[in-house]
């Protein structure tokens, strides 16, 4: 019986593996920064997008739109990891192949889409429809190496992080108007209580 050709996914997968394991110098770095770091660095950009947006000519509506970016992220997580991974049950690659290099504590849970992948394609696309350019473009520099490093470290193949992306980034532009329509009202309720300086600079008040 002739051997059966991997699929372009394995075979990427695998190449971005050997890649791990003829660089060992990069091992620390990548398993922190794929593991928690890389996330942790959205989260301040996005913060750091909150904060320069209470600054803006319209505050609630802008400060509204980053606020979605960040709760938008969280339904985009939820979704790929409660829904999607269940229901499309697919393996790690680490217990579908043999021989690999895995730089992070394996685990039994269900490979596709990447939960990380998902939030850098919900950061990203969010930061976009919010009309920040600075911030992202630097969180898709972030993100771009947040879903390298998941495949690098061995946890996810590279459709993985490519549906991740892909479904972090549809579900904030989806429910982009409800979502900042809502976060806008709140916000201009809060222009009336002693919390008014989470949605509009000092110098903005009356």
Known sequence: MAAVSPSINTTWYLDVNRIAR????????????????????LAVVLLAAWWTARSAE?????????LWVAGGTVV?????????????AERRPYLA???????????????FPSGHATVAGAVIVGLML????????????????????????????PFDVLGGLFVGGLV???????????????????????????VRATRHAS
Do not use: N
Request: net charge neutral.
């Open 58 to 66: 319209e505050p609630t509506r802008e400060v509204a739109k980053v």
């Open 172 to 198: 904030v532009a989806a429910l982009w108007p409800l979502g900042v329509a809502v976060l806008d009202w709140f916000d201009q309720v809060l222009l009336d209580t002693p919390l008014a300086v989470l």
């Open 130 to 157: 919010a009309r920040r350019p600075l911030a992202a473009a630097v969180a898709t520099v972030l993100g771009l190496l947040l879903c390298f490093g998941r495949i690098y470290t061995g946890m996810h193949y």
């Open 97 to 111: 192949l043999r021989h690999v290099e895995v730089l992070l504590t394996r685990t039994h849970g269900y490979s």
């Open 76 to 88: 985009a997580w939820v979704i790929a990891h409660y829904l999607l991974k269940p229901l499309v």
């Open 22 to 41: 003829e660089s060992g110098w990069a091992h620390g770095i990548m398993s922190t920064y794929s593991h928690f770091l890389g996330i942790g660095l």
